[in-house]
């Protein structure tokens, strides 16, 4: 039977099918923890994708160097486990179901707190789990059989046991808290979820009457309203202009409660009039100037945003109308002393847009400087790296500035608190499972706590959870820590410093499989945290819905296909840079796929013309590598493509050692394009002669299908479909085979950069570039073959002698005579190790000639003064790669040879100046 490839390559025709392959046959799942394995482990957690998630180009990129890394750590023989699950991301998909509810005029009071969260289920088990269908089909290699979800059974648990032990050991309080407040979403969210913007506002400076004596202090607010809830001024200390005031009482306007005027050095003397009214309960630093002064908090906004009793006659008005209404008023009693343009920075609610309140309100915190200070020894220790490095500072600077976190929302899909309030005693009952009375006075008139946990509480936990935690499992002891993270720069606080703080804590309470204490090396959740970039437009735009530049990944995908997108992804992802996306770089790529796709079909084709020949070739044969310099049975094309072969895994996988995805990427591509289409696959065919003798045509077929075999091997992580396909055709399936991503990855060894081949290939290459270059200068027929006039280095000669079919089939020649010089009025190109020129009946044109001599003069001459003035620059030496000096110098070496060579030519045609 033949290996029936289609004519045409479409990918349409096969990714489907493979995808669907892989997970039937759960080839990447991972369902045991071996007992031991000498293998190196690699293990990755998949940041979970949001259950109202879509996938995006972002994502496409994140997975798509996830899947690579993962193949190409598999095919290198480490035992590898990708853990897949989704988030239920709290606030963000209850705002989903609440917008759907809205839509058919309910609200999720109206529904009620069960029958709500009931209906959250329903829309996750309904959309939940799209964003898992798109990776299936899009190859990802992870382990299904472990899918999670971030409040199924074992995560809760995980969940429980971790706030339960937060609480015992006095890590999590419940505090009074100034917290930012959406009055829309009606819960507290955190400093990260609030996002700030500059608006152009007022400034209003309103007069406080001193009690006792007359005269004011004016202080200046850009939020009159919360005036109400004031519990004192503060002045700078050092302030000249109010030193007679301090210790004497003001009025407060509108409300005829005094107040005291107080020192802080907090306060700014340039801000305003130097006098400012505080707050407490509805501003974060008046809140933290009142704690430093013992001062009440009076709260005079409800949670949401309208005045409550404290605000008096004010009561019941929205914000905006108490503000309106408390000018009109401060106005006509004349205290209002003045009104600037003010531009202030204004916190929104990062889900709704809504302005954000601050608020006092009884939250719950974890005391976090403890787990802080461990993450940050796992990091300076080096136990966890960030690449790029200069993340780590970044994570530092924050980690040295942290806050105590806020963990309780007030909202209703989530994990709930595992608190449970007395009604007898007013205390608290803190337990892993639910209690059926207070611990405290044994009442039974207990209620759980109504607040949930923040979203990363339970995705903080996952290094862990995901592997059993709490549960001393195997899986655990096999596969914790793991090896990488890769993630985006978005999450780097919200989710990657949660993990580290989290996970080191829990882990060192953790024993190792032996019973010995774990060390923090041994607790951190991963040792590599690899920060991706992000995926702008062809005109490095940031995608977004209201410029209408969002490109959809399946949409794409269905164009040109995953293994072109693929490709195009990590072609583009070189670190630190963000990726233009375009497609006609994808459209390269798609025909890149389709030059390996007709080289295979070529190939394919060979073997069936050998079969009918009665040659069999054995498949996947061992490679002749390092075949000998005097082994005239080796042609030099095939010692060649070996040694760019395992030339090219050398870099390859050194390029992926360091998530260098583009060099990587760009390399394979030179090779299959350049080296294996372009020159092997036209030389070979001078040696695929079936008629005649048997044993030169069987071995140059061997190496043909052995290096290409491999090189499938090598791209297979970036192009997987187009591989496993190709791949299957060539073994027909027989004996049977799984997959190509089960079979080891090529690895460069030692010496097997075959110095000789690569030297004379080189030499081979350059002459027939030229010989094709002159044969288009001189207008010679395509079919045409002409003699041509050699002159070389006598050590040279034997090595063109033996190739010359190479030179002859690749660059039409039918003789090459070997000259001492070359004769007067010829046209003659000049590389450095030879001059060639061709015989051919058409005279040229000398003025022509002279020219492009004289241009070629002025660019060899602009060369060799730039490289000069690179190889005298200090600078530029101390910090340049070796290789590019190296490369450089070699380059100025040859030019000094050219130079000269094309003088000569200028002369030899008499061009005169
Ligand atoms: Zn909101
Ligand atoms: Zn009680």
Redesign the pocket.
Known sequence: MPRDLPKAYDPAAIEDRWAAYWVEEALFDQPHAPASTSAPVFTMLLPPPNVTGRLHMGHMLEHTEMDILTRWRRMCGDLTLWIPGTDHAG?ATQ?MVERQLAEEHKTRQQLGREAFIERVWQWKQHYGDAILDQMRRLGTSVDWSRAYFTMDGPRSTAVREAFVRLYEQGLIYRGAYIVNW?P??Q?A?SDLEVIHEEQQGKLWEIRYPIVGEPGFVTVATTRPETMLGDVAVAVNPDDERYAALQGKMLQLPLTGREIPVLTDSWVSRDFGTGAVKITPAHDPNDFALGQRHGLPSISVLDETAHMNAAAGAYAGLDRHQARQRILADLEAQNLLAGVRDHVNSIGK?D????V?EPLLSTQWFIRIQPLADTAIAAVEQGYIRFKPDQYAKTYFEWMRNIHDWCISRQLWWGHRIPAWHCAQCGKITVARSTPEACAHCGSSRIEQEKDVLDTWFSSGLLPCSSLGWPERTPDLDAFYPTRLLVTGFDILFFWVARMIMLGCHFMLEEPLADGSKRSLEQAVPFREVYIHALVRDADRQKMSKTKGNVIDPIQIVERFGTDAVRFTLAAMAAPGTDIAFSEERTDGYRAFANKIWNAARFIFMQMERAAEAGIVIDLSPPLPVGGHQDDGHVPLESIWIISRLFGTAGEVNQALSEYRFHEAANTLYSFFWGDFCDWYLEIVKLRLDFTGPAAPAHAALATLVGVFERALCLLSPFMPFLCEEIWHALYENHPPRRSIALTAYPQNRDGVCIEFAEDQMKRLQELIAAVRDMRRQLGVEEKASVPILLRVAPNDRAGIEQNKDIVGRLARVSSIEFVDGMPEGTSVRSAPGFDVAILYQRTIDAAVECERLKRELARLEKEVSNADRQLSNEGFLAKAPENVVEGLRRRATELSVLIPKTRAALDSLNCGS
């Open positions: 606030i705002l959406c829309r979403c819960t969210i609610c889900r709704c847009k809504t954000v």
